[in-house]
């Protein structure tokens, strides 16, 4: 009997802090994010916040279409404060959804126009423009150039060896199809039969932005389209691997942080966005060997960095045209290139 | 009124429990399924087949169907076929215990690490610059992304089921009816085909769906292996959810899958588990000798399990190989650096999901052992509904069960979206049904009369219950406690859809880990997943031979099924 009733409290115990389990967090130096920047990046700069100001950030990452599918389910009750990082026209396709709260932070006046939306339902923290990235030992088996124009994408040596991401999930992806929309002119009939012959050369669709970049590194991939940050980290781990630009250009995309509507810690979240807007946030980049591009135009470009882009012709997406467009164009392109039939 | 309404009124004990244990079936199976099909088949307060059809006659989505259920089949004959050359081997080949050991830990090693550890390890072997396909054997170019390499690093992640599901039985084949039949005059082969084999035939049939089962409810491995050109259901649910914020259609999508599920489930329950437990009698004639394997037939069988696990146990260590150096394939310099940023970034991760699995064990043992006890013992009005409904989330695939609580859990009345209830509620009544059959199965060779003789004497039934029947069951117990803990340490097809920013999981971790570049810490992830469950179920061992020595029945094993 007596082992029974110790039974019995312990199931007690369990069942009261089960109870506790239940109180999701909710303090006033702290608030909630969903980061769309992979962890390596979102943690030291939201822990560079913390020290800055002693808020705590809580945050998760997801790609950019599972944190915004998450917001928007969420909506009636949002679990986070703030959406951060992550290409721009996620957070275009967010607006329309009605999930973020406009705000203006003190460095929005500074900002040129396409690093942040006219009513301040965005702002942008960074550029980030797209790259071919090959693997070294692969092009010089092959006897190839790194490729420096779409076409030379095409070219059936690289036959199911390029990796890039899925448009269902990834931001990445669809900057990737409107930069090959905006080469073709906005010809969207003549990108679709581009992509659909790239199609043939990729091996894999990944769900995230980055996920070919280890595969190309590796050399399980030949190459493939990515972020320069995502690039040019797998550089900087040690992989041989080529970034080159397109001669017809390629897209580039604000990354960028927005208040979610509803937030539960409004004064903490926009504390954070004032300071991601600000130089305070984005001169640490180069400290974290963090590739992004500054969007703060205070903040000067790092010289490596800069000799990246140097010569490379980079042109913005629209995001107006990518947020109006975004599903429809993602629909075909599941229909078009995904499930293409050959 | 029946009989057993009465007999209810007359017992508040039990007539509580019931009511308790329906509530929660109420809340965490039935009230979540029933927001999914509203989703999936109602638009504005009517019945609306029509998108729903749509959904269905993309022929896309019917290709994934398609798919979905051959690479099950194949998985299921694959798996079975694996799993029958272990089991005959450690039952009839006359191995040494030591040898048995190393059969089961190759076996294990597979079943307790997240679902995607396989899928990782094959990536790295036999891509177009895989360790074998282009460093061993110099083929370039070789693709692998396609049903081939996903099959394969099902069968291998899944064989140990029916390893589990096989052993028992065969183990219970006497072998004096071998023996007859030699001394008759019988060939060995002629044996094994006309006894063996036809004994067998249920295990086999079991075995083959559960694998099944489990391969269609599969997310991780086709995500990572299966590529472009062989979509699955689950997968293409989970992204038409994640990806294009379609509600709908993967809720659509889900119930595809729960057609066949609940098909295999019917079929198990009421054609193949029939008779099943007649061969464990407990009672095993004089020891023989076992005779039935050729010396030489005896070694083809210890070479090919010796080759299986050579092709776990490589896997395996070179997961643990990329969790120790700086970065696999570039720089293979020895580091610990990767299990500092688990221990250091990843420890909420770590330190969450041991809470969720150890909080979910002792309810998901005790929930497990209850409803089993009831359902086996008890008469109640509603007893055979409540064994139907609390299999259903474990007949489900984890993809329907964590859409449906997704859906449910996210807006009033009942909001738990964030918390780490939904996840502990998600995982016990997802894995408990193991602990609901252990119990069922044990108190099936338990005379009743035992427990008749206590409530003869005047004691209620919660007495009884506490006093007789829970000792008697206490492995049962411990089976199903041992299993919600092990699921929850490396599940991922449903929780992912609960992670939230107070509470995330260690396998969620891996995949997001495995999809940016963190290759380091998703293997010292892995490795760290491995070690836990492994020395969590050396103690759940260690505790059931204990109260075995008091003279408990023996639990093969606390992973079947």
């Given at each position: 009997?007596?082992?029974?009733?110790?039974?019995?409290?312990?199931?007690?115990?369990?069942?009261?802090?089960?109870?506790?389990?239940?109180?999701?967090?909710?303090?006033?130096?702290?608030?909630?994010?969903y980061?769309?920047?992979?962890?390596?990046?979102?943690?030291?700069?939201?822990?560079?916040?913390?020290?800055?100001?002693?808020?705590?950030?809580?945050?998760?990452?997801f790609?950019?279409?599972e944190a915004l599918a998450r917001v928007i389910a969420e909506k009636?009750?949002p679990r986070v404060?703030v959406l951060?990082?992550?290409?721009?026209?996620t957070f275009?396709a967010g607006?329309?959804e009605g999930i973020f709260?406009?705000?203006?932070?003190?460095?929005?006046?500074?900002?040129?126009?396409?690093?942040?939306?006219?009513?301040?339902?965005?702002?942008?923290?960074?550029?980030?423009?797209?790259?071919?990235?090959?693997?070294?030992?692969?092009?010089?088996?092959?006897?190839?150039?790194?490729?420096?124009?779409?076409?030379?994408?095409?070219?059936?040596?690289?036959?199911?060896?390029?990796?890039?991401?899925?448009?269902?999930?990834?931001?990445?992806?669809?900057?990737?199809?409107?930069?090959?929309?905006?080469?073709?002119?906005?010809?969207?009939?003549?990108?679709?039969?581009?992509?659909?012959?790239?199609?043939?050369?990729?091996?894999?669709?990944?769900?995230?932005?980055?996920?070919?970049?280890?595969?190309?590194?590796?050399?399980?991939?030949?190459?493939?389209?990515?972020?320069?940050?995502?690039?040019?980290?797998?550089?900087?781990?040690?992989?041989?691997?080529?970034?080159?630009?397109?001669?017809?250009?390629?897209?580039?995309?604000?990354?960028?942080?927005a208040?979610i509507k509803g937030?539960?810690?409004?004064?903490?979240?926009?504390?954070?966005?004032?300071?991601?807007?600000?130089?305070?946030?984005?001169?640490?980049?180069?400290?974290?060997?963090?590739?992004?591009?500054?969007?703060?135009?205070?903040?000067?470009?790092?010289?490596?960095?800069?000799?990246?882009?140097?010569?490379?012709?980079?042109?913005?997406?629209?995001?107006?045209?990518?947020?109006?467009?975004?599903?429809?164009?993602?629909?075909?392109?599941?229909?078009?290139?995904?499930?293409?039939?050959? | 009124?029946?009989?057993?309404?009465?007999?209810?009124?007359?017992?508040?004990?039990?007539?509580?429990?019931?009511?308790?244990?329906?509530?929660?079936?109420?809340?965490?199976?039935?009230?979540?399924?029933?927001?999914?099909?509203?989703?999936?088949?109602?638009?504005?307060?009517?019945?609306?087949?029509?998108?729903?059809?749509?959904?269905?006659?993309?022929?896309?989505?019917?290709?994934?169907?398609?798919?979905?259920?051959?690479?099950?089949?194949?998985?299921?004959?694959?798996?079975?076929?694996?799993?029958?050359?272990?089991?005959?081997?450690?039952?009839?080949?006359?191995?040494?215990?030591?040898?048995?050991?190393?059969?089961?830990?190759?076996?294990?090693?597979?079943?307790?690490?997240?679902?995607?550890?396989?899928?990782?390890?094959?990536?790295?072997?036999?891509?177009?610059?895989?360790?074998?396909?282009?460093?061993?054997?110099?083929?370039?170019?070789?693709?692998?992304?396609?049903?081939?390499?996903?099959?394969?690093?099902?069968?291998?992640?899944?064989?140990?089921?029916?390893?589990?599901?096989?052993?028992?039985?065969?183990?219970?084949?006497?072998?004096?009816?071998?023996?007859?039949?030699?001394?008759?005059?019988?060939?060995?082969?002629?044996?094994?085909?006309?006894?063996?084999?036809?004994?067998?035939?249920?295990?086999?049939?079991?075995?083959?769906?559960?694998?099944?089962?489990?391969?269609?409810?599969?997310?991780?491995?086709?995500?990572?292996?299966?590529?472009?050109?062989?979509?699955?259901?689950?997968?293409?649910?989970?992204?038409?959810?994640?990806?294009?914020f379609?509600?709908?259609?993967?809720?659509?999508?889900?119930?595809?899958?729960?057609?066949?599920?609940?098909?295999?489930?019917?079929?198990?329950?009421?054609?193949?588990?029939?008779?099943?437990?007649?061969?464990?009698?407990?009672?095993?004639?004089?020891?023989?000798?076992?005779?039935?394997?050729?010396?030489?037939?005896?070694?083809?069988?210890?070479?090919?399990?010796?080759?299986?696990?050579?092709?776990?146990?490589?896997?395996?260590?070179?997961?643990?190989?990329?969790?120790?150096?700086?970065?696999?394939?570039?720089?293979?310099?020895?580091?610990?650096?990767?299990?500092?940023?688990?221990?250091?970034?990843?420890?909420?991760?770590?330190?969450?999901?041991?809470?969720?699995?150890?909080?979910?064990?002792?309810?998901?043992?005790?929930?497990?052992?209850?409803?089993?006890?009831?359902?086996?013992?008890?008469?109640?009005?509603?007893?055979?509904?409540?064994?139907?409904?609390?299999?259903?989330?474990?007949?489900?695939?984890?993809?329907?069960?964590?859409?449906?609580?997704?859906?449910?859990?996210?807006?009033?009345?009942?909001?738990?979206?964030?918390?780490?209830?939904?996840?502990?509620?998600?995982?016990?009544?997802?894995?408990?049904?193991?602990?609901?059959?252990?119990?069922?199965?044990?108190?099936?060779?338990?005379?009743?009369?035992?427990?008749?003789?206590?409530?003869?004497?005047?004691?209620?039934?919660?007495?009884?219950?506490?006093?007789?029947?829970?000792?008697?069951?206490?492995?049962?117990?411990?089976?199903?406690?041992?299993?919600?803990?092990?699921?929850?340490?490396?599940?991922?097809?449903?929780?992912?859809?609960?992670?939230?920013?107070?509470?995330?999981?260690?396998?969620?971790?891996?995949?997001?880990?495995?999809?940016?570049?963190?290759?380091?810490?998703?293997?010292?992830?892995?490795?760290?997943?491995?070690?836990?469950?492994?020395?969590?179920?050396?103690?759940?061992?260690?505790?059931?031979?204990?109260?075995?020595?008091?003279?408990?029945?023996?639990?093969?094993?606390?992973?079947?099924?």
């Amino acid at each position: 009997m007596p082992r029974a009733r110790t039974g019995l409290g312990w199931l007690a115990v369990v069942v009261l802090a089960l109870a506790a389990l239940v109180s999701p967090a909710a303090a006033a130096d702290q608030l909630n994010a969903y980061s769309i920047w992979p962890e390596n990046w979102a943690r030291p700069m939201l822990q560079e916040f913390e020290q800055a100001t002693g808020i705590k950030v809580n945050f998760v990452r997801f790609s950019s279409g599972e944190a915004l599918a998450r917001v928007i389910a969420e909506k009636g009750n949002p679990r986070v404060d703030v959406l951060f990082g992550g290409p721009v026209e996620t957070f275009a396709a967010g607006i329309k959804e009605g999930i973020f709260e406009p705000y203006k932070p003190p460095a929005f006046n500074a900002l040129p126009a396409r690093f942040k939306q006219a009513d301040g339902y965005w702002v942008a923290i960074a550029d980030d423009p797209l790259v071919f990235m090959t693997n070294a030992k692969f092009l010089k088996e092959g006897n190839l150039k790194a490729p420096a124009s779409w076409e030379d994408l095409l070219n059936p040596a690289y036959k199911n060896m390029l990796q890039m991401a899925d448009a269902r999930t990834s931001g990445t992806a669809v900057t990737r199809i409107f930069s090959i929309i905006e080469v073709n002119g906005r010809n969207e009939d003549k990108a679709f039969d581009y992509m659909r012959k790239l199609r043939r050369n990729v091996q894999v669709y990944t769900k995230s932005g980055g996920g070919g970049t280890l595969p190309v590194g590796l050399g399980q991939a030949a190459g493939g389209i990515f972020f320069i940050v995502d690039a040019l980290d797998t550089k900087a781990k040690g992989y041989d691997v080529v970034i080159s630009f397109p001669k017809e250009g390629i897209g580039t995309s604000a990354e960028a942080i927005a208040l979610i509507k509803g937030a539960k810690n409004p004064e903490a979240a926009k504390k954070l966005i004032d300071w991601a807007t600000s130089p305070a946030m984005q001169s640490l980049y180069a400290r974290h060997k963090i590739n992004f591009v500054p969007a703060n135009p205070e903040v000067k470009i790092e010289p490596s960095l800069a000799e990246v882009l140097k010569g490379a012709k980079i042109f913005p997406i629209d995001d107006a045209f990518a947020g109006a467009n975004r599903k429809r164009v993602v629909d075909r392109w599941v229909a078009e290139v995904l499930n293409a039939k050959e | 009124m029946t009989a057993a309404a009465r007999r209810l009124g007359r017992d508040p004990a039990l007539w509580g429990t019931v009511i308790a244990l329906w509530a929660l079936l109420g809340l965490f199976v039935l009230y979540p399924l029933a927001r999914l099909s509203w989703i999936a088949f109602f638009d504005g307060g009517r019945l609306a087949l029509g998108p729903a059809w749509n959904v269905l006659a993309d022929p896309n989505h019917r290709h994934a169907f398609v798919n979905s259920l051959l690479l099950a089949a194949l998985v299921g004959v694959g798996g079975t076929l694996l799993g029958f050359l272990y089991a005959y081997t450690a039952a009839r080949a006359g191995l040494a215990r030591g040898w048995l050991t190393v059969l089961d830990a190759a076996t294990l090693l597979p079943l307790v690490s997240p679902p995607f550890t396989t899928a990782i390890a094959m990536i790295f072997s036999f891509g177009p610059r895989g360790l074998v396909t282009y460093h061993l054997l110099g083929i370039r170019g070789a693709s692998v992304y396609g049903l081939a390499s996903t099959l394969f690093a099902e069968i291998l992640t899944y064989f140990p089921i029916a390893y589990l599901t096989l052993r028992p039985i065969l183990s219970a084949i006497d072998p004096n009816v071998e023996d007859m039949a030699f001394s008759l005059g019988s060939s060995r082969w002629r044996v094994f085909h006309t006894i063996t084999l036809p004994l067998a035939v249920p295990g086999f049939a079991n075995a083959f769906l559960l694998l099944f089962a489990a391969s269609l409810a599969d997310f991780a491995t086709p995500l990572i292996l299966a590529g472009n050109s062989f979509p699955v259901l689950p997968t293409q649910a989970y992204l038409q959810i994640t990806g294009l914020f379609d509600f709908k259609g993967g809720a659509v999508l889900s119930f595809a899958l729960l057609v066949p599920a609940a098909g295999v489930y019917l079929l198990q329950r009421y054609w193949v588990s029939r008779g099943a437990y007649v061969t464990i009698t407990g009672k095993a004639g004089p020891a023989t000798a076992v005779k039935s394997v050729a010396p030489w037939a005896r070694w083809a069988l210890v070479v090919a399990c010796a080759a299986v696990g050579a092709v776990v146990a490589y896997f395996y260590a070179l997961l643990f190989y990329a969790s120790v150096v700086m970065a696999f394939g570039a720089n293979h310099s020895l580091t610990w650096r990767h299990y500092h940023v688990i221990f250091t970034e990843g420890l909420k991760a770590i330190r969450d999901t041991l809470v969720v699995a150890g909080l979910g064990m002792p309810l998901g043992g005790l929930f497990g052992v209850l409803v089993g006890y009831l359902v086996a013992r008890r008469r109640f009005p509603g007893r055979r509904a409540m064994e139907l409904v609390s299999m259903i989330n474990y007949a489900l695939p984890g993809t329907i069960v964590g859409i449906a609580y997704l859906v449910a859990f996210n807006d009033p009345p009942i909001v738990l979206t964030g918390t780490a209830l939904i996840i502990v509620a998600c995982y016990v009544f997802r894995y408990s049904p193991t602990g609901i059959r252990a119990t069922v199965a044990l108190l099936q060779q338990i005379d009743p009369s035992i427990e008749e003789a206590s409530q003869g004497l005047g004691a209620r039934s919660g007495t009884t219950f506490r006093r007789v029947t829970l000792p008697l069951i206490v492995p049962a117990f411990f089976a199903g406690l041992g299993v919600v803990f092990i699921r929850s340490m490396t599940a991922i097809s449903a929780t992912i859809f609960l992670v939230s920013i107070s509470w995330t999981l260690i396998t969620v971790r891996i995949l997001e880990n495995m999809t940016e570049l963190a290759l380091g810490p998703a293997a010292a992830f892995s490795v760290l997943v491995v070690a836990i469950v492994f020395v969590v179920m050396a103690g759940i061992s260690w505790a059931l031979r204990r109260l075995q020595a008091a003279g408990s029945l023996q639990v093969t094993s606390i992973l079947g099924g």
